[in-house]
């Protein structure tokens, strides 16, 4: 006999309890399962703890590089297990506070791998779990490529981050090579470089994020890590990996030549996939589509009329990003359409901000260049330096560009992208501004803090009708 539920959900992180806390809020109840840890990748090994030791790293370079004539550098100290070890603190904290006491009431969880028995029910560690309604909310993992030899040793993921688990890593690695240049690599391998292990990035494309970003953006990125000793290599496919006396190869196709990269060890960072392959889908007669992403409406209704799917587990259908508040959006939504007799939401993708934790931050919204041409927009766009944000010059830190992209005709602003100091707080005003189709002389009108980093959209912005080198300070 199965335990019945009005909701059962896979899974238990961000999107999960945005489900299951809708449900308790309409009066239903709702399960949870997880065969990690409660709260999923965000709290338990991706957002919090990466942002955590990034800031320590940032901490450690700001003191050995101090950017104001005046002040001597200092070389701080730096015990790599003891950073761990608050790390490990941080994410107890948030993980109780803002997940494990919420359970109870009328919602909870059971802990063990999960398959679909039937479209109605599934199985937790041998025990059965039925729902009236079901929500697939089982996120995503670390993408590892078929590459000779690399299942032959021991290599890193993300995974190195979690807590309580084998994987975490509490060793400071002597010296590491990346695979991908995505935003793990970028984040992680300017981290470790800060914390004393020399990085080197591989990656195939012939760029940094030459995907989904404007092609400005990684080449400054890119100059930024190679100033700070990262070693990034593009151009470069990995043909094989070798372990042998303590260390690891990489045996490369580069220009034609073959090239072999060593290191103490290796973090593969190749991208991440959506966590469908052992969870049965086929026995509740849910599709997944050839990226292996559970099929759904933009109602977040799978193709079984009574099984829902929300979070990185779909990826980017709909117009989806794989992000924590996205997937924990999508989760009341989908238990709002299935729960109650209101018309049904819809999912809108249009605006979503998103942040790379690099030093400068990385910041965009909305279309690139590429993709604004591609639906058919007559495209503005403008790329400025940071050197002309007078913020940026006061602090010292002219690194980075911000990019808008605006319809010709319009003026209706449609994306932008940004490298530069709290790139990650400042893209918030250009999300606001796009969720109520901003035009440019909005951004021009509004009066701006000075000096300020959002300033930077003002500026480029102006740069649509006026030189902004030319400008006064605050001038229009």
């Known amino acids: 006999m199965a335990d019945h539920y009005d909701l059962v959900i896979l899974g238990s992180g961000s999107t999960a309890f945005a489900a299951a806390l809708k449900a308790q809020e309409l009066g239903k109840t709702a399960v949870m399962t997880e065969h990690r840890t409660i709260g999923g990748t965000c709290v338990n090994r991706g957002c919090l703890p990466s942002k955590n030791l990034i800031e320590a790293a940032k901490l450690l370079h700001e003191a050995r590089h101090p950017r104001y004539p005046g002040l001597s550098p200092c070389d701080m100290a730096m015990n790599f297990r003891e950073l ?17 006491s919420l359970l109870g009431g009328r919602f909870g969880i059971e802990h063990g791998p999960v398959r679909f028995v039937d479209p109605h029910v599934v199985e937790v560690d041998g025990k059965r779990l039925s729902g009236d309604k079901m929500l697939v909310a089982t996120g995503s993992h670390a993408f590892i490529p078929d590459i000779p030899g690399l299942a032959d040793g021991p290599y890193l993921t993300s995974d190195l981050l979690s807590v309580d688990e084998a994987v975490e890593l509490v060793e400071q690695p002597r ?4 695979l991908g240049a995505g935003y793990i690599a970028l984040e992680l391998g300017q981290m470790f470089q800060r914390f004393g292990t020399p990085v080197t990035i591989l990656e195939r494309s012939e760029q940094v994020l030459a995907h989904g970003y404007e092609p400005e953006v990684g080449p400054a990125i890119a100059r930024v890590l190679a100033e700070e000793g990262v070693q990034i290599v593009t151009g ?22 073959q090239r072999e990269f060593r290191a103490k060890r290796l973090l593969v960072a190749t991208g991440r996939r959506p966590s469908t392959g052992e969870i049965g889908l086929d026995r509740a007669d849910v599709a997944i589509n050839d990226r292996g992403e559970v099929q759904v409406d933009r109602h977040l209704r799978t193709t079984v009329p009574h099984i829902f799917a929300a979070g990185d587990v779909i990826g980017v259908q709909i117009d989806s990003q794989p992000a924590t508040p996205v997937g924990a959006r999508q989760g009341g939504m989908a238990v709002h359409n299935a729960l109650t007799d209101a018309p049904m939401q819809e999912f809108d993708g249009r605006v979503i901000p998103r942040t790379i934790f690099t030093d400068p931050q990385i910041a965009t919204v909305g279309m690139t260049e590429v993709e604004a041409i591609a639906a058919g927009h007559r495209c503005w766009c403008s790329t400025i330096p940071m050197s002309l944000v007078p913020r940026a010059g006061a602090i010292r830190d002219t690194r980075g560009i911000i990019k808008m992209v605006a319809d010709a005709d319009t003026d209706e602003v449609l994306g932008v992208s940004m490298v530069g100091h709290n790139a990650g707080e400042v893209i918030h005003e250009a999300a606001m501004a796009l969720r109520y189709r901003a035009k440019l002389p909005d951004f021009v009108d509004l009066l701006h803090v000075f000096p300020t980093m959002a300033e930077a959209l003002k500026i480029v912005a102006i740069s649509r009708t006026k030189d902004p080198a030319k400008l006064s300070c605050c001038a229009e």
Do not use: M
């Open 236 to 257: 470069a496919s990995v043909a094989s990996v070798r372990y042998e006396e303590g260390e690891v190869a990489a045996i490369t196709t580069l220009g034609g030549k």
């Open 84 to 100: 761990i070890g608050q790390k490990d603190e941080v994410v107890h904290g948030y993980r109780k506070k803002k997940y494990e």
């Open 175 to 178: 010296s590491l090579l990346i």
